[in-house]
């Protein structure tokens, strides 16, 4: 007996429902890359960083943060194939669904959530205390001051992801200009100087851990660029501009840091660095005798601009994320609803909750503060671990082959993928290896229950990904021109 045509009416909710749930497709590679380069925030990262390098290994903190650029740069181009092939706003989520499926997708869920959101509190009080020593030193003795000044900093950051992408992009465009032209100048200053100072090199003495946990804390400052993946839903040139944006941010950060750790390193005392919460500060008041009056004032606009653009940039990550996972049904469905501006604002409003609920024990609870700062102290962790997971994700797809229907192109996309398999795998092992070392080194020098702690959040991980039966495809899949489907595509990579 015929069944007759399949039901129209569902098949216009379905599309329906899938329009509904699209992000507006709005970034153009100009914005792509200016978020990339804010969201790595070359002046808070040297200032938040720099005096925790110098303490674990001195001299050779140029050479830790060489050794985690590597892997960095290899992901960023391991993130432009895996973009071009699957533009989404989970990124890293959405690439293991589609690769490794929706239990191995719930757990790389579950590190995203944990490496980005415990990179947002330890934002939030060096913006209040940037801030009230550009405009009220003597604040900085008061917890009420600085709570107040860190809301502050939250509110502004809700307004541009609120009101939708193109705001967003357009104040971190504006903070970025100032912190470029005031580092710009302080660069200017500090290069001049070069002939006229005596070089402190300091001790040469090499120790290996204090190595690897410069490894570590410098990968909290070679992330960031990856934003431009997790935006790749809202460009308007998906197959082709989200990871150029990311190689773009990636290299200018590291350029900044090649330039200005090296100019800290030689232009201040060490005795002073080490462990300094505000070494570019130092590094300033130190070479007064060559900058304008005032520098160490001064230097505090750049680093405060990049502050505030990596507080909203990061929970941009954050809130993509669980609005792709929200969208799946992998967690709540009210996560991936979208407001009338195309915004997915329940999970922005979550996100800032939950920081500022952490943010204000940190400061408020002493107990609860030594937790949380443990906690938080585990962010280089993750980050580095989420990396080797999407490597892992990159050589499994690779490995699998995908091919092309043009018979021309079929021989150089085979070259170019098994290059990439090739530096995929190895940075998949060398991320491992990485996080092995911290496991080692990090009980020791950070905490003896920073392992303990891992552990749960692992086990917690993989319940999660085993708690129940997870939906076997996407809620939405995103039509864009020559998508790729079944990790088909007809695309080089």
């Given at each position: 007996?015929?069944?007759?045509?399949?039901?129209?009416?569902?098949?216009?909710?379905?599309?329906?429902?899938?329009?509904?749930?699209?992000?507006?497709?709005?970034?153009?590679?100009?914005?792509?890359?200016?978020?990339?380069?804010?969201?790595?925030?070359?002046?808070?990262s040297i200032s938040a960083t720099a005096g925790v390098m110098v303490a674990d290994s001195g001299m050779y903190s140029?050479?830790?943060?060489?050794?985690?650029?590597?892997?960095?740069?290899?992901?960023?181009?391991?993130?432009?194939?895996?973009?071009?092939?699957?533009?989404?706003?989970?990124?890293?989520?959405?690439?293991?669904?589609?690769?490794?499926?929706?239990?191995?997708?719930?757990?790389q869920g579950w590190i995203l959530l944990l490496a980005y959101f415990t990179s947002i509190p330890p934002i939030l009080v060096p913006a209040a205390q940037y801030t009230l020593a550009l405009v009220d030193p003597s604040g900085l003795q008061n917890t009420w001051l600085q709570f107040a000044v860190a809301t502050f900093w939250m509110a502004f950051a809700l307004v541009p992801l609120l009101r939708g992408a193109r705001p967003t992009a357009l104040v971190t465009q504006i903070f970025f200009v100032i912190e470029l032209i005031f580092l710009g100048a302080f660069a200017f200053f500090g290069i001049r100087a070069m002939p006229h100072i005596h070089v402190a090199l300091g001790s040469l003495s090499f120790h290996l851990g204090g190595l690897l946990l410069t490894m570590v804390v410098a990968s909290t400052i070679m992330d960031g660029w990856e934003i431009d993946s997790y935006a790749s839903e809202e460009s308007t040139n998906p197959h082709r501009d989200p990871g150029v944006g990311g190689i773009i941010g990636a290299i200018f950060a590291l350029l900044i840091y090649l330039l200005f750790i090296p100019l800290v390193l030689l232009q201040t005392p060490r005795k002073l660095l080490v462990n300094s919460a505000d070494p570019l500060v130092l590094w300033?008041?130190?070479?007064?005798?060559?900058?304008?009056?005032?520098?160490?004032?001064?230097?505090?606009?750049?680093?405060?601009?990049?502050?505030?653009?990596?507080?909203?940039?990061?929970?941009?990550?954050?809130?993509?994320?669980?609005?792709?996972?929200?969208?799946?049904?992998?967690?709540?469905?009210?996560?991936?609803?979208?407001?009338?501006?195309?915004?997915?604002?329940?999970?922005?409003?979550?996100?800032?909750?939950?920081?500022?609920?952490?943010?204000?024990?940190?400061?408020?609870?002493?107990?609860?503060?030594?937790?949380?700062n443990i906690v938080l102290s585990t962010a280089g962790f993750f980050l580095i671990f989420e990396f080797m997971l999407d490597n892992l994700t990159a050589s499994i797809f690779l490995w699998r082959r995908h091919d092309t229907n043009d018979l021309h192109q079929r021989a150089q996309t085979r070259h170019a993928h098994r290059l990439m398999l090739v530096v995929s795998a190895f940075t998949t092992v060398y991320l491992l290896a990485l996080l092995g070392c911290f496991l080692v080194v990090g009980a020791q020098t950070i905490s003896p229950w920073v392992d303990v702690l891992l552990g749960l959040l692992i086990v917690a991980g993989i319940l999660f990904a085993r708690r129940k039966k997870a939906p076997t495809q996407s809620a939405v899949d995103i039509p864009f021109s020559g998508s790729a489907q079944s990790g088909e595509a007809n695309v080089e990579a």
């Amino acid at each position: 007996m015929s069944q007759g045509p399949p039901p129209v009416r569902d098949d216009k909710q379905k599309s329906s429902m899938q329009a509904k749930s699209r992000m507006r497709q709005t970034f153009s590679l100009f914005d792509l890359s200016s978020l990339s380069i804010s969201s790595v925030a070359p002046a808070f990262s040297i200032s938040a960083t720099a005096g925790v390098m110098v303490a674990d290994s001195g001299m050779y903190s140029v050479l830790g943060i060489l050794l985690i650029a590597l892997p960095f740069l290899i992901s960023a181009y391991t993130f432009r194939m895996l973009n071009r092939h699957f533009p989404h706003a989970g990124a890293s989520y959405h690439w293991s669904r589609r690769v490794l499926g929706p239990r191995a997708a719930r757990f790389q869920g579950w590190i995203l959530l944990l490496a980005y959101f415990t990179s947002i509190p330890p934002i939030l009080v060096p913006a209040a205390q940037y801030t009230l020593a550009l405009v009220d030193p003597s604040g900085l003795q008061n917890t009420w001051l600085q709570f107040a000044v860190a809301t502050f900093w939250m509110a502004f950051a809700l307004v541009p992801l609120l009101r939708g992408a193109r705001p967003t992009a357009l104040v971190t465009q504006i903070f970025f200009v100032i912190e470029l032209i005031f580092l710009g100048a302080f660069a200017f200053f500090g290069i001049r100087a070069m002939p006229h100072i005596h070089v402190a090199l300091g001790s040469l003495s090499f120790h290996l851990g204090g190595l690897l946990l410069t490894m570590v804390v410098a990968s909290t400052i070679m992330d960031g660029w990856e934003i431009d993946s997790y935006a790749s839903e809202e460009s308007t040139n998906p197959h082709r501009d989200p990871g150029v944006g990311g190689i773009i941010g990636a290299i200018f950060a590291l350029l900044i840091y090649l330039l200005f750790i090296p100019l800290v390193l030689l232009q201040t005392p060490r005795k002073l660095l080490v462990n300094s919460a505000d070494p570019l500060v130092l590094w300033a008041h130190s070479m007064r005798a060559f900058m304008p009056p005032h520098a160490s004032l001064w230097i505090l606009i750049p680093v405060l601009a990049s502050t505030a653009g990596s507080l909203w940039l990061t929970a941009y990550i954050l809130i993509r994320g669980l609005f792709a996972m929200g969208r799946d049904g992998m967690i709540a469905r009210w996560f991936g609803r979208l407001n009338r501006r195309g915004v997915p604002a329940v999970a922005t409003w979550v996100i800032f909750a939950a920081a500022w609920a952490v943010m204000t024990l940190q400061l408020f609870v002493s107990s609860l503060g030594v937790f949380f700062n443990i906690v938080l102290s585990t962010a280089g962790f993750f980050l580095i671990f989420e990396f080797m997971l999407d490597n892992l994700t990159a050589s499994i797809f690779l490995w699998r082959r995908h091919d092309t229907n043009d018979l021309h192109q079929r021989a150089q996309t085979r070259h170019a993928h098994r290059l990439m398999l090739v530096v995929s795998a190895f940075t998949t092992v060398y991320l491992l290896a990485l996080l092995g070392c911290f496991l080692v080194v990090g009980a020791q020098t950070i905490s003896p229950w920073v392992d303990v702690l891992l552990g749960l959040l692992i086990v917690a991980g993989i319940l999660f990904a085993r708690r129940k039966k997870a939906p076997t495809q996407s809620a939405v899949d995103i039509p864009f021109s020559g998508s790729a489907q079944s990790g088909e595509a007809n695309v080089e990579a």
